[in-house]
């Protein structure tokens, strides 16, 4: 029942807001500006009123609108950096809106000049603290490792994040490991993004339109994660004709369909389209022909990963989506029996434009589920699943002198079915459903060289009885053109908690649980009255362009994790009345915990014609306290270096080289200090320990006391392109994965002491073929 009061304060409060602004007494100008050329959406253009103040910017849709505008005739120019200008005369009326389709054509400059001005006009825009928007033409300037580009091996690049590897596959952010990173696939979200193998991710580069990634600090739109947001959008189908891309590597295969299911007459007209990716690894089957060196049964990666789209637009600009997922992982490894992770999905979004309203709503509905196992030698097996779905509905006003406010409700559901041993052998099993119910608010004020974004957040976890209030703020101020200061924080929280083990020396295992019951009562001497994780942000930093094609990026940031839930290390008992004698720390299948992270993330990048350089250095600290013992995390790597060179050769610019290299200082790990002979008491009192079958056990130093080596890999590809005809493209890339061949660990047992090493020199090749 307190979910629809609550349901009902949300829907209430948009009410509001709506009706406050409808009450308007002048004209208002609306609309979408677009390519001419593709009819894609022009991102960040300027939108005003000749010899007036009233002006706009576009968002990532191309929308903009202009309000209160007092009736006469105008003017209305349109003008984006690398297009030319448009004037548009225009006649507003009282209480009427005009509605336009602006196209705006390409100036004959060159196309970098124009991708870096534009970049530098989003800076001074937008307050992008702790943010990373990447394009496709981005991810496709670093190495293409096995002869495919994706966003896995481009993020492993960006300051702050930290990967476990080329093999493992998992995403740590500033001090937030990957259950507290929130990942959306079109509104959608992905349990697991990355594949075993760290390589690839589960998105394809050629059907990705912006991939936003938040380090920290983000608005009240995004919640439910504690310490980073990953939203990434497709774009539509071809509008116009039938288009396909496949290729080939030595790692795997991949095939693109896209094409009109009603085709765009003119620019701006109305349409539907459809677009189908396909790609897999068949490295396991492909490495006993071409890298039979590193092992003769081959490596066991296998993934394949199916997404598909169909997009509707309205001559007025209105979208909506149906789309699907079903992305699938499984690797064998010789001291891991069965490793395998399997997740699907469906859902829609749409943006809808009134008639009668200066609104912009939009909204989504979709449905994943990811289930995850582990079977290891000799060892009990660890199964996770989590079912859920997320809808929103969310309104955005575009207010005088490029101000904005957006606000919305959002609902999500899950439910998560875990089983587990720990160390002790102890199982931990739990069945928990969940419901969430939020709304927020923002707003983007602008003023000269100042940007103000507050927002708040309102989160009730109806499963438990709680409500989270969230405020948040980010601002900028431009100093001058070249140089500004940025600020962002929160507050935020999230119920669902990792399900794996910290005394792994490498973790595979990422099941989920959300809401546990079984919490100590009391931590540090103080009663625990709630059940959420919770963080506070606080990050500050300033950006430049002290040359033309320079920018450079400075940040420091601090998390503090006030309150987190983790698996029981130490459960040996059942918590049960016959064992309520037992401290809670013995008995629990739980604990609370808390800590911090901190750090400095420094990238200068220069791009320009044919020359991009990308330098980043990431220095980071973790530190979590159980309430008896303070320790650093598995995934605490204190240094982090990358650095990405690539160049363009040949008078039309087909060659392409490119070389990554990355250096890390080791991550922390449990050591070994002995062995035991280990009897389980499975029948209690009667159980024969003269006669029964010991276990072998091991005795754990301090947690993540040790540290792995420190790991280096370079990296190095060449791409040509050949066009064969206006419409038929031939893309041909080769590189090298490990080029000194360096060893670093990847996985020890502890019983064996089998060692499992990242990936060794591997040449690899690969052709595409776009017709």
């Known amino acids: ?130 943010i990373t928007k990447i394009s496709p033409k981005q991810i496709n300037a670093i190495p293409a490792i096995g002869g495919q580009a994706d966003i896995a091996q481009y993020l492993q690049v960006l300051p702050g994040i930290i990967f476990t590897g080329d093999q493992g596959g998992q995403l740590y952010i500033r001090g937030g490991s990957p259950i507290q990173n929130k990942v959306l696939l079109d509104g959608m979200i992905v349990y697991n993004p990355f594949h075993s193998i760290g390589l690839f991710s589960v998105f394809d580069t050629d059907i990705l339109r912006s ?74 089957e492909s490495s006993k022909i071409f890298y ?53 999905g469906g859902g829609m979004n749409f943006i809808a434009v009134p008639g009668v309203s ?30 859920g779905f997320n809808t929103s509905l969310n309104f955005t006003y575009f207010l005088p002198k490029k101000r904005e406010i957006r606000y919305g409700i959002e609902m999500l559901g899950h439910k998560t079915i875990f089983d ?36 708040f957040r309102l989160h009730y976890y109806a499963s438990l009885s709680e409500i989270s209030p969230e405020p948040r703020l980010a ?16 507050f935020y929280s999230q119920n669902l908690i990792a399900a794996n083990s910290d005394r792994d020396v490498v973790n595979l295992f990422y099941g989920f649980i959300s809401g546990p019951d079984n919490l100590p009562e009391y931590f540090e001497g103080k009663k625990v009255n709630s059940k959420l994780q919770k963080a506070k942000h606080l990050i500050i930093g300033i950006e430049s362009e002290p040359l033309r094609n320079l920018t450079v990026n400075l940040e420091a940031y601090y998390k503090w994790f006030t309150q987190l839930s983790n698996l029981n290390r130490n459960k040996i008992y059942d918590d049960t009345p016959e064992y309520s004698d037992k401290p809670e720390f013995l008995r629990k299948d739980f604990i609370i915990e808390r800590g911090d992270a901190e750090g400095i993330d420094f990238s200068a990048k220069y791009d320009f014609k044919r ?89 754990y130093d301090k947690i993540n006391s040790g540290r792995l080596p420190w790991y280096h890999r370079l990296d190095i590809s060449a791409r040509y392109t050949a066009k064969i005809s206006k419409l038929i493209q031939l893309e041909a890339t080769a590189g090298i994965t490990n080029l000194y061949d360096r060893e670093n660990v990847f996985y020890v047992d502890r019983i064996t002491f089998a060692r499992i090493n990242q990936l060794p020199f591997m040449p690899n090749a690969g052709i595409t073929l776009l017709f």
């Open 1 to 130: 029942m307190k979910s629809y009061k609550f349901l009902f304060i949300c829907i209430l409060a948009t009410s509001i807001g709506k009706l406050a602004y409808t009450q308007q007494h002048f004209g208002i100008i609306r609309g979408f500006v677009y390519e001419k050329e593709t009819s894609d959406p022009v991102m960040f253009s300027n939108v005003y009123l000749l010899n007036t103040t009233h002006g706009s910017v576009t968002d990532e849709n191309g929308y903009f609108s202009i309000l209160q505008i007092p009736v006469g005739d105008y003017t209305l120019i349109v003008s984006g950096i690398g297009y030319d200008s448009v004037h548009i005369p225009v006649k507003v009326e009282k209480n009427k809106i005009i509605n336009q389709k602006i196209f705006l054509t390409k100036a004959t400059i060159l196309l970098e000049d124009v991708e870096i001005s534009a970049e530098k006009q989003e800076r001074q825009v937008q307050t992008l603290t702790s």
């Open 475 to 490: 601002v900028k101020y431009n100093i001058s053109r070249k140089f500004r200061i940025k600020a962002a924080g929160g």
């Open 420 to 455: 587990f041993y720990n160390s002790a052998n102890r199982r931990i099993d739990a069945t928990e459903n969940t419901t969430e119910v939020a709304t927020f608010v923002k707003y983007k004020y602008t003023a000269s060289r100042l940007l103000v974004e507050p927002s």
């Open 358 to 387: 200066p609104v912009l709503i939009d909204g989504n509905f979709a449905c994943s589920s990811y289930k995850i196992s582990l079977t290891e030698k000799d060892r009990s097996p660890r199964n996770s699943e989590i079912n």
């Open 611 to 699: 020359l991009y350089l990308w330098a980043v250095y990431s220095l980071g600290f973790i530190n979590r306290f159980d309430g008896t013992y303070w320790y650093v995390p598995h995934y605490d790597r204190r240094h982090n270096i990358n650095i990405v060179a690539a160049y363009k050769l040949g008078s039309e610019l087909n060659w392409e080289i490119n070389a990554r290299w990355n250096i890390g200082s080791g991550f922390p790990f449990t050591l070994s200090q002995g062995y035991y002979g280990l009897i389980d008491f499975a029948d209690g009192i009667n159980t024969d320990y003269t006669t029964v079958n010991e276990e072998l056990g091991i005795l």
């Open 292 to 344: 039979n060196y590193v092992d003769t049964s081959g490596l066991p990666f296998n993934y394949n990963d199916i997404y598909g789209k169909l997009s509707f637009q309205g001559n007025n600009g209105s979208k909506f989506n149906l789309f699907g997922f079903h992305f699938g992982d499984v690797v064998n490894y010789k001291v891991i029996s069965d490793f395998k992770w399997n997740s699907q």
């Open 211 to 284: 991939a936003d990634i938040y380090t920290g600090g983000f608005g009240a739109e995004y919640g439910g994660r504690i310490s980073s947001v990953m939203d990434i959008t497709t774009r539509e189908g071809n509008k116009k004709r039938l288009s396909s891309k496949v290729g080939a590597s030595t790692f795997g295969a991949r095939c693109l369909i896209e094409g009109p299911l009603q085709k765009q007459k003119n620019p701006g007209d109305g349409f539907s389209s459809f677009i189908l990716s396909f790609k897999n690894s068949y490295l396991k």
